[in-house]
């Protein structure tokens, strides 16, 4: 028999449960807040969604990517800048040295005269060579093309300048009535007839292994005055030679 005197020190022990007799276990789900030991699933925030890992290295790689194709396009547009600051590339110049007609005869509408044109053409550059090809040239009344043809190509180094020779043939080509009226009015009243010149070239620029896209070079050059009276069928150019709008 125990002691009455000694002081309670513990409960007694809770009664084993009874076996299930379906062979199961009866114990009972740990409380609220107990870690399990599996990790929880991933929250999702419709501010903040969740982003797969193989997402995010996809991101970040094609950022990566933008960000070098971006440094890269400004550094060769940087050093393509600097380099045409150096080098300083300037149109070519033309002048007209000469306009020669020959064989004219303005009738029913219809002309017929051949023109001998001599221009010359420069290089301002310092370093720079030139290519000119595809060069095709035209003879016009005001704005009405008479006759057309194509230069032969050349070359132009530098600081240097070459002349070449054109000619222009029109055998009993139509003329609109305005301009048929026209050119024999100024032939009665001034001796002649002012045609306009012009040309346009493809052109290449080169300075040692620096070469810049090819790109069209147009030349402009008008009234150019050639004496011919109504009883002549010949004339030359009046006034000099004459500089031609050069532009690309």
Not at 14 to 27: E, F, I, M
Not at 32 to 40: F, G, I, L, V
Not at 43 to 49: I, K, L, R, V
Not at 61 to 84: D, H, N, Q
Request: proline share 8%; net charge positive.
């Amino acid at each position: 028999m125990g002691d009455p005197n000694r002081p309670v020190t513990g409960y007694p022990a809770a009664a084993a449960a009874p076996p299930n007799p379906n062979g199961y276990s009866t114990a009972q789900p740990p409380p609220p807040a107990t870690a399990y030991p599996y990790a929880a699933p991933p929250y999702y925030n419709n501010n903040y969604p969740y982003q797969d890992p193989y997402t995010a290295q996809r991101n970040t790689f094609l950022r990566r990517v933008i960000a070098i194709l971006v440094a890269s396009t400004i550094i060769t547009g940087t050093v393509l800048f600097v380099i045409w600051l150096i080098i300083l590339p300037r149109v070519p110049e033309f002048q007209i040295d000469s306009l020669n007609i020959s064989n004219l005869n303005l009738s029913n509408s219809l002309i017929t005269a051949n023109w001998d044109l001599h221009f010359t053409a420069k290089n301002p550059n310092k370093k720079i060579t030139l290519y000119f090809d595809e060069i095709a040239a035209a003879i016009f009344y005001e704005s009405l093309s008479i006759a057309d043809t194509t230069v032969p190509p050349f070359f132009m180094d530098k600081r240097n300048e070459t002349t070449q020779k054109v000619s222009f043939v029109a055998s009993g080509a139509y003329v609109e009535k305005w301009a048929f009226d026209g050119m024999n009015k100024e032939r009665a009243e001034r001796g002649g007839v002012g045609f306009n010149v012009r040309m346009v070239a493809r052109v290449s620029y080169k300075a040692g292994a620096w070469r810049a896209r090819r790109r069209y070079l147009r030349v402009y050059c008008g009234d150019l005055f050639v004496g011919v009276a109504l009883n002549k069928s010949s004339g030359n150019l009046l006034g000099g030679p004459r500089k031609g709008r050069v532009g690309l």
